[in-house]
């Protein structure tokens, strides 16, 4: 087997970042401008397409050559761009994604920052002069008197810059030999590269979009945008009604009282507060109106829609690297507004019909109603219908799977319902009498709230956090929450700390040691300087924990810290971890395979799959039937997984003209 690594730049007039990987290779004026490569990791070479150099019949023939990987970091977007220069689909068992193996041994994403977390040499790191190289030829240019009016910088316009833009193409090839040569030990398995090979497949197949709903949707945003700001500066007489600091000063005059921030939350609880001041309740309600980011979302697919209707490249495979989960790229899907209209389909014909009147008067918020329907603008192809299936309480299910906890593993393969009997374990009430019109009914709310935030080792914080004080509990109800729920659970608490005392034992003595079906390793290759704690899961996947090490946390205890991103920071550093942050690693990363188990046994029954959120997945089918596809789809999710033996997995849909949540 041949290793082929590279590494191309390209120019476009449509903008990557916005638009996306698809739109940006599928616009007019496309090319690729370079081709940097190397095999097996010989002295890196370079092809000037830009300036009618053609690439060597080695490399031609090797695109098509089963016995050659080609690798690259974000591979995808060499793959996607050479099949466009080459003019047919090149095979994707071929390739190898570099920013792959570095997400999955635990490191993080972006060729310079994980070069610069691995600790490469500089003479091996990826040129800082990059961006501004980038700016100059890959992306069209203000014309101006000085620059003849051009739209776009050439080779010959600017020769000493396009020799930098050469090494800086070659380079970033010798970067992506070194970290897969550091990462070599630690190979990504098998059946990951066939599940980025799947992702690839629904990113390219992408989702169609009602067009006419987002044009429809960002002209009447536009329009009651003016409307609320022109109201809000009648009302206040501020210049910037939008101004933060100037709207807090005229309210606290307005209200007689400070307040902290202007925060959405802040917002809404004012809102529910004895406010004497009717212009300072409205001034609120349109701040809180003017503060809805739907349009963001609509703008984001007006950006990134192709030619054919379709929006490409929504999912980003390994994004969350401590368990392997998928991310949303561009709209953003993991991450839309949750719908509770119950008219939502005739909320969507007054869009449409741009019917804004009819929209204040029915539904009197316009900016929320435009924010429920962003999931309707996701719609079938022509033709054919959505079905939506997720599956049930998955988490639950992994934790009671993987503690034992008996009860609750009962609970899933009989009624279901977790909630009612989280409550009725937690205050000895029988689960009949927790019924709608029954007194017993108010516990459900409890036993909801610790389900939901209690499950790895959270406390009352966490209760707060999970929005328990606007159920109406009160502070002083929540730490008997908390003792109960762990009290009915001892199994799932055995884990938390079954699981941190392995890890802990595994780093200080570099012992394998397993627990409840987890493997922990201390894995290392010293000639590479690398140095992990493991976790290997039912699925044969890992999870890595970059130098590990033990250090005292404010108890004076010895515990787990590591190196990753900080997720607030975003910077690479030392991180510390417990043993309930473990199991939620752990329990995500399974509900995680079980939910890559489903789409590759989807995919192998014909089913189209277009987009997936969470543990759910969306998928195009005929119109013909589609109750039988609805119940095939669901049965296909719910089968038993082979290494989760006693898992008992549950999955429920429906049939819709566009997406929603229902």
């Excluded at 918020?365 to 996701?378: G, K, Y």
């Excluded at 599956?391 to 319902?417: D, K, Q």
């Excluded at 999710?637 to 997406?659: K, S």
Aim: a negative charge; glycine letters at 6%; one cysteine or more.
């Amino acid at each position: 087997m041949v290793d082929l690594f590279i590494d191309i730049e390209t120019y476009s007039s449509i903008e990557l970042k916005k638009s996306g990987l698809y739109r940006y290779v599928q616009a007019p004026d496309f090319e690729i401008l370079l081709f940097a490569y190397s095999f097996n990791g010989a002295p890196v070479q370079f092809v000037d397409l830009a300036q009618g150099e053609q690439l060597p019949l080695e490399v031609v023939s090797a695109m098509n050559n089963p016995n050659v990987l080609k690798h690259a970091y974000n591979a995808s977007f060499e793959w996607y761009c050479l099949s466009k220069y080459f003019g047919y689909m090149l095979p994707l068992d071929q390739w190898r994604c570099t920013m792959l193996h570095g997400l999955y041994c635990g490191y993080t994403a972006g060729l310079e920052a994980t070069g610069e977390a691995l600790g490469l040499p500089q003479d091996k790191r990826k040129l800082s002069t990059g961006a501004a190289l980038i700016r100059t030829f890959c992306v069209p240019c203000k014309p101006t008197k000085s620059n003849g009016h051009r739209t776009r910088t050439l080779p010959h316009h600017e020769p000493e810059k396009w020799d930098l833009f050469k090494e800086y193409c070659t380079q970033d090839v010798r970067t992506e030999i070194e970290i897969e040569r550091r990462l070599s030990a630690f190979p990504v398995p098998e059946n990951e590269q066939k599940l980025w090979e799947l992702d690839q497949v629904i990113n390219a197949r992408g989702v169609r979009v009602d067009r006419d709903l987002i044009d429809s949707a960002l002209a009447l945003d536009e329009t009651i945008t003016h409307e609320l700001t022109a109201e809000a500066i009648r009302l206040s007489g501020l210049d910037n009604p939008k101004s933060v600091q100037q709207l807090t000063r005229w309210l606290q005059e307005h209200m007689g009282e400070e307040i902290a921030d202007l925060r959405k939350d802040t917002v809404k609880a004012l809102l529910k507060s004895d406010l004497e001041s009717d212009e300072a309740r409205r001034m609120l309600e349109v701040r809180q109106e003017l503060s809805k980011t739907s349009t963001k979302k609509y703008a984001a697919m007006s950006e990134a829609v192709c030619d054919d209707g379709r929006v490409r490249g929504l999912l980003q495979f390994y994004g969350a690297n401590r368990t392997g989960r998928w991310a949303g790229r561009l709209v953003q899907v993991q991450n839309l507004p949750r719908n509770y209209l119950e008219t939502l389909g005739h909320a969507r014909e007054c869009v449409l019909r741009r019917e804004l009147q009819a929209l204040k008067l029915i539904y009197s918020n316009v900016p929320d109603t435009l924010s429920q329907l962003i999931r309707t603008a996701f719609v079938p192809s022509e033709g054919r219908t959505f079905i939506v299936a997720d599956f049930s309480a998955i988490e639950a299910r992994v934790i009671a799977w993987l503690a034992g906890e008996e009860w609750r593993n009962e609970v899933f393969r009989t009624h279901g319902r977790i909630y009612e009997a989280s409550a009725s374990a937690m205050f000895g009430v029988p689960i009949e009498l927790i019924k709608k019109g029954n007194p017993e009914y108010a516990l459900r709310q409890k036993g909801k709230i610790a389900e939901l935030a209690l499950g790895y080792q959270g406390g009352v914080g966490a209760l707060i956090t999970m929005g328990a004080l606007n159920m109406g509990l009160t502070v002083d109800e929540l730490p008997e929450i908390v003792q109960r729920w762990r009290q009915a659970n001892k199994r799932i608490v055995d884990l938390w700390y079954a699981v941190e005392n392995t890890a802990l034992y595994t780093v200080r003595t570099c012992q394998p040691s397993g627990v409840n079906g987890l493997l922990f390793a201390r894995e290392g290759d010293y000639q590479n300087s690398q140095d992990f704690l493991t976790i290997t899961l039912p699925s044969g996947r890992k999870l890595y924990y970059v130098k590990p090490f033990l250090a005292p946390n404010q108890w004076g205890n010895d515990s787990l810290h590591y190196y990753g991103m900080d997720q607030t920071s975003k910077k690479w550093t030392e991180l510390d971890t417990y043993g309930g942050k473990l199991v939620e690693n752990c329990v995500q990363a399974i509900a995680r395979d079980c939910l890559a188990v489903a789409m590759q046994r989807l995919s192998a029954a014909g089913y189209e799959i277009v987009m997936h959120i969470h543990d759910e997945v969306v998928l195009d089918v005929e119109a013909a039937d589609p109750d039988w596809h609805l119940q095939n789809i669901c049965r296909i999710m719910g089968e038993p997984i082979p290494w989760a033996p006693g898992l008992l997995l549950r999955a429920d849909g429906f049939v819709t003209d566009y997406y929603k949540k229902e």
